[in-house]
């Protein structure tokens, strides 16, 4: 089957089997910053923002994209490569080691960020519970997380 | 020092980071397909201990889009060993590509190569296998049963014994033990037996093979010893060096268990035989069943002390349970010795016998740590065993005996990896600091033996004191090469392995150091067997304090040519010109820029290409300390166990990147937190591993993961580059005793049974 | 990979039902996606989408009671006050600990309940005495327990319906488990329902592998017409114990867990009393 959906702000029209998930596709298609660690749901390192909630999408069939709005880690930085705040904030804080699960935590950042400013520990904590990390004991990805709000606010300020 | 320092000791952007954060297609499996590439599945046995009688083939091969089915019968038969170790490799060549015996449920029965994915699935499943099924082994102690089924009964074994089931037997005898227990005021006993675990790395082993142009195979491959790969597959492939490339993307984590071959082969063979590309990346499921494992141990230990707590004698006797390949056998086994004993030298008669048993499990192999995890745990809670019998402090007694600057221990001669060790005296220790800040930090004044109450809760503090290595010496060898360019930038290509730790970003902010230039003008290439010089890799914590030494010995070689070329620009002595903010400066304050340097090299006066290569094989290993403390609580209710506080004090030299040095504790602390808390590769009583997901095998999440802080405590190691050591494993050794040690404190219970799960505690509490 | 053939996604639920009941076996209906991905049936070939049906959202109906739609998302019922400050915060504890926000965003409530497998919702659904609305030819309201325990074969489940509580009513659940974010070895949702000072109905539920919800009885009858009283919470719990007969696996044993129902227990009705406002 034939569907159409948009991917980091573009549209993307492609022939899909009705059972491939929508893992699978985007990295067919070259949407690689989308990771596959598990294939199970339980890693979170596949996760994408689906109409702008952040999902698993090893357990997505890629014809529940149909007609909507896929984002990904590689949408993040502007169209210069200027890094977006929560991107430069995980790196400098050192809250990225190898690098694998990152896209998908900053899927599950980006979340929490647009429905609270201002997060604390614990906020950020519960937002990335599904994202796993085996590196870095998410000490400085939440530091980073949280560096990353204070960006994003004082850029609102002005 | 810091303040003298324009780049190390700083927290510089990771040089990888930008293209990590942008989702750059940096791993092995983000590449575009090759056109026409092959991707394989594997046929694993479902039986512990089996021989297969025949194999048909057929129905596989039939299936439309298969390429090639690779099975016992049609491939190379020589022995090797998995483990990516320097040559010879200390581990039996126990394994062979496909072994018409196996002996794990996981093992390889047969890999098929096809069109895509699903197909090569398919036809795997359909390859009828005829096994007769053996007697299995399955646990340390039916290993060593007398009438015992031999894992490895193949009449060429190398293994220490074979027909007993040994893989592998070590020991380090000083002083007389048994006479000084014996004459001991106290002594105390402890077994701990630990479990098995899995490395759990986000991005699976992945690998692919193609014939490049000119027809060399090159294999780019998730590994930690890109090196080792190139020279193991062409041992086992019968195929030159030269006509293999390796190259070592970014890798998605690999904590050990990218230290082994293990998937390497199947595609490289492929590609050979198909003339086609060929990819594998194993499943979830394959990486926990059939890659590697720490290997669990029961681990006694015996410690005489006198009256005032100074200790006397430390006998350690291990097993270890190297499942059904002896991968790293030999050394994780010494390593229980030769990283658990030197850190209490006060003990004149020390023993360490270990013994390392095949059986029809999963294999064990190289996992952060490296056997110190196991024996650190023993000992320290022994230790804290030792205080509570004698009504000493805790904190007191390691005071009274641990290793210090000036001291060394007769264990690092007596015990190397896996053959004799060499001789050392401790350069830098700052524990005392580590001890007393840790100490703060937690309250233990206050809080120790407290028990305080909060409803159903109590709570406890402990702590444990660690060491670990930083690389082997006079095996390791790293190497590094630098080149000036046109803008006096320089290429710093180098054999050194980055898995996510930063090495290659601590590694060039060494260079940019000596050579006065900001980190972006250091351009890191690492890992390509082409290109970059050789280093063993990344393993034994070797890489900042090994390579950091090539690195800085080929920086101060490069910085000596430019000197020179700056003396003959600004006539001046060479000895009265530096290198700063990208410039040569004389004491008179006149100044020439690099670029000025490398245009006149290249293109003007005595042109050359100023250039330089440093090897580095270094006589110690520097062992970095860490002293953690931890706050728990326990619900008397159900047993649970909360973890509320860690706090680690580590002396790693001076932090080269403080915060990557940071992360790299931090990520370890709670690496160890799981092994103590929840991870558990439990096998049911058929042989198979239960937990093949991260549904079942539990790692743990940002909830699970207490307030943890990290305090890199003022250090310098006169022998490490730039006054470093090397600190990536250390953290892992710490949350099993300090977590057991807390949870004494806190309820009276000793925990010598991992994973710390509600239920043990609660049986524990129960006086089971 | 699912070996599916046809996709679908509806615009309302007469045609969902039509292509359900004409593809005779061979289709599901899909929710959020995530069950259905791992574990699709070999003799399906169809996949039915829900998410344009019109399932979506939390009512308060006229009677007071609520109604959930079956595609309601987790995320979007934690933010639902009606439904987590029903019965005193019920379905908040239950929410709140309920997977990652990863699966919250996209697992719902539907398809959720008709998984039918160890679940943290279904007991306290059942505490809740949740309602469940089924589209067959006709349209009809049934006990969740009921359909639970007989589920009819081909049928749309459309909304939960949480019944309002006449008269002072509280509830609480609490899980055991591993790590945070893991299976439950055990779980515990009790709801009590008083009337001058003594309590009326009382549902006590345990949840474990294999066991979706079960009522205790004997736990149930040891409060009814007893004031909540820390004596009568203590003989709940014990009547838990004595009946339950939980099962050992890998994780925990049966000792363990029956050990684990009676606290769980206890301390769902502490909870439940102080949300009550009475002294336990």
């Not at chain 2, 013994?355 to 490296?370: D, E, I, K, Q, S």
Request: glycine share 8%.
């Amino acid at each position: 089957m034939r569907i159409e959906f948009e991917l980091d702000a573009r549209t993307i029209t492609v022939e899909i089997a009705p059972g491939e998930t929508l893992m699978t596709l985007l990295r067919r298609i070259g949407a690689v910053s989308v990771k596959d660690g598990c294939s199970r749901g339980d890693c979170g390192s596949c996760a994408v923002r689906l109409d702008g909630r952040a999902v698993t999408s090893c357990l997505l069939f890629a014809a529940q994209a149909d007609g909507r709005r896929v984002q990904t880690a590689a949408g993040l930085a502007d169209a210069t490569g200027g890094l977006h705040p929560l991107q430069r904030a995980l790196v400098d804080a050192g809250g990225v080691q190898c690098g694998y699960c990152t896209p998908g935590v900053l899927m599950a950042a980006m979340d929490l960020l647009e429905s609270d400013p201002d997060p604390g520990e614990q906020e950020v904590r519960t937002a990335l519970a599904g994202n796993l990390c085996r590196c870095t004991g998410y000490v400085k990805i939440i530091e980073g997380v949280r560096d990353a709000a204070a960006l994003l606010r004082e850029a609102e300020h002005d | 020092m810091t303040d003298k320092l324009q780049v190390v000791g700083h927290n510089e952007r990771k040089v990888d980071g930008r293209a990590l954060v942008t989702g750059q297609p940096v791993f092995v499996d983000d590449a575009p397909a090759p056109a026409g590439m092959l991707h394989l599945a594997l046929l694993t046995s479902p039986h512990p201990h089996a021989r297969i009688r025949s194999l048909d083939v057929s129905a596989a091969e039939a299936l439309p889009g298969v390429a090639l089915v690779l099975t016992h019968e049609n491939t190379p038969t020589r022995r090797y060993t998995t483990a990516g170790q320097g040559y010879p490799e200390p581990s039996p060549y126990d394994a062979r590509m496909f072994d018409p015996k196996v002996r794990f449920v996981g093992d390889r029965v047969a890999a098929v190569a096809a069109d895509d994915l699903a197909t090569a699935r398919l036809a795997a499943q359909r390859i009828v296998v005829d096994y007769e099924v053996l007697d299995p082994v399955l646990s340390i102690d039916a290993a060593l049963a007398p009438d015992a089924p031999v894992v490895h009964d193949e009449p060429d074994s190398d293994a220490f014994d074979a027909s007993r089931n040994l893989a592998a037997h070590a020991t380090a005898i000083v002083g007389d033990v048994e006479a000084a227990l014996a004459a001991a005021h106290t002594v105390v006993d402890v077994t701990v037996e630990t479990q098995y675990a899995q490395h759990a790395p986000i991005e699976p082993h992945a690998a692919r093979a193609e014939l490049d142009p000119a027809g060399r195979l090159l294999l780019t491959t998730s590994t930690q010893v890109p090196f080792h790969v190139r020279r193991i597959i062409a041992h086992l492939l019968q195929i030159p060096v030269h006509r293999i490339r390796v190259v070592k993307p970014r890798i998605g984590g690999g904590f050990g268990v990218k230290q082994e071959v293990l998937i390497e082969d199947l595609v490289a063979l492929t590609t050979l035989r198909t003339g086609r590309p060929c990819s594998l990346v194993i499943t979830r499921a394959e990486e926990f069943v059939s890659s590697r494992t720490r290997h669990p141990m029961r681990v006694r230990v015996r410690l005489g002390a006198d009256a005032d707590g100074l200790l006397e004698a430390i006998d350690l006797d291990v097993l270890s349970n190297t499942g059904a390949y002896g991968t790293h056998s030999l050394t994780v086994l010494s390593n229980v010795g030769s990283k658990t004993l030197p850190l209490y030298p006060t003990a004149a008669a020390q023993r360490f016998v270990g013994h390392a048993v095949y059986t029809n499990l999963p294999v064990g192999g190289a996992y952060r740590g490296y056997g110190a995890t196991q024996g650190q745990y023993a000992m320290e809670v022994a230790i804290d065993q030792l205080a509570d019998r004698l009504g000493v402090d805790a904190l007191d007694l390691r005071r009274r005996n641990h290793l210090r600057a000036g001291g060394t221990s007769p264990i690092f001669r007596e015990l190397g990896e896996g053959r004799e060790g060499v001789e050392q005296t401790i350069t830098s220790c700052e524990l005392p600091a580590c001890i007393e800040i840790g100490a703060q930090r937690i309250g233990w004044a206050a809080k120790r033996g407290q028990r305080r109450r909060d409803g159903s809760w109590v709570h406890g503090v402990g702590m444990s004191i660690h060491l670990q290595g930083s690389g082997i010496p006079r095996i390791d060898l790293a190497a590094a090469n630098l080149k000036l360019n046109d803008d006096g930038s320089v290429n710093l290509t180098l054999g050194a392995t980055d898995l996510g730790t930063g090495s290659d970003t601590v590694l060039g902010q060494i260079a940019a150091e000596v050579l006065g230039l900001p980190l972006e003008k250091v351009l890191v290439t690492s890992s390509d067997t082409d290109l970059t010089p050789f280093d063993v890799g990344a393993y034994a914590s070797s890489t900042t304090y090994v390579s950091g030494t090539a690195v800085l010995r080929a920086a101060e070689d490069l910085r000596g040519q430019l000197l020179e070329v700056a003396a003959a620009v600004l006539e001046v002595p060479v000895d009265d010109l530096r290198l700063e903010d990208q410039r040569a400066v004389a004491a008179d304050g006149r100044s020439t820029s690099l670029e000025e340097l490398a245009l006149r090299s290249l293109y003007a006066v005595d042109q050359r290409q100023l250039a330089a290569n440093a090897s580095a094989v270094l006589d110690t290993s520097p062992p970095p300390f860490l002293a953690c403390f931890a706050e728990v609580a326990v619900d008397l209710d159900t047993g649970r166990l909360r973890v509320l506080r860690l706090v680690a004090a580590v002396d790693c030299g001076q932090a080269i990147h403080p915060r990557l040095a940071e992360g790299q504790v931090e990520g370890a602390l709670v690496n160890g937190l799981g092994y103590a808390l929840m991870e558990d590769l439990a096998i049911d009583p058929e042989g198979r591993a239960r937990g093949t997901d991260f549904g079942r095998y539990k790692i743990p999440s940002t909830l699970d993961v207490p307030p943890i802080e990290v305090v890199l405590v003022d250090s310098y190691e006169p022998t490490g580059p730039m006054g470093a050591k090397s600190v990536s494993e250390i953290g892992i050794n710490a949350p099993l005793p300090v977590i057991a040690n807390a949870v004494h404190d806190a309820t009276g219970v000793w925990l010598t049974r991992p994973p710390f799960t509600a239920e043990r505690v609660w049986r524990a509490l129960n006086g089971e | 990979m699912p070996t599916i053939a046809h996709y679908h996604r509806p615009p309302d639920l007469d045609t969902v039902w039509g292509l359900l009941r004409d593809a005779e076996g061979s289709a599901r209906l899909l929710a959020g996606g995530s069950d259905l991905v791992l574990r699709c049936p070999p003799e399906v070939d169809t996949l039915i989408d829900l998410s344009a049906a019109g399932l979506a959202g939390v009512s308060v109906r006229p009677d007071g009671s609520l109604a959930i739609g079956a595609m309601t998302t987790f995320s979007d019922l934690l933010v639902a006050a009606p439904v987590t400050d029903h019965l005193g915060g019920l379905l908040h504890d239950v929410l709140a600990d309920f997977g990652s926000v990863l699966h919250r965003n996209q697992a719902t409530v539907g398809g959720h309940v008709a998984r039918a497998r160890m679940s943290d919702l279904i007991p306290g659904l059942l505490a809740a005495d949740a309602e469940v609305v089924v589209r067959t030819e006709d349209t009809s309201t049934r006990a969740l327990a009921d359909h639970l325990a007989a589920p009819p074969t081909t049928h749309v489940l459309t909304e939960v319906r949480l019944p309002v509580a006449r008269g002072p009513a509280a509830g609480a659940f609490t899980r055991f488990s591993r790590s945070a974010f893991d299976h439950a070895l055990l779980n515990v949702a009790c709801v009590v329902h008083l009337d001058a000072g003594v309590v009326r109905t009382a549902r006590v539920v345990v949840g474990e592998t294999g066991v979706l919800g079960r009522r205790l009885r004997a736990a149930e009858a040891a409060l009814t017409g007893r004031p909540l009283t820390e004596a009568t919470i203590q003989a709940a719990a014990q009547a838990v114990v004595a009946e339950l007969d939980p099962r050992q696996d890998a994780l925990a044993s049966a000792d363990y867990r029956r050990h684990l129902a009676g606290v769980g227990t206890r301390r769902c009705l502490q909870r439940a009393a102080e949300r009550l406002g009475e002294v336990a």
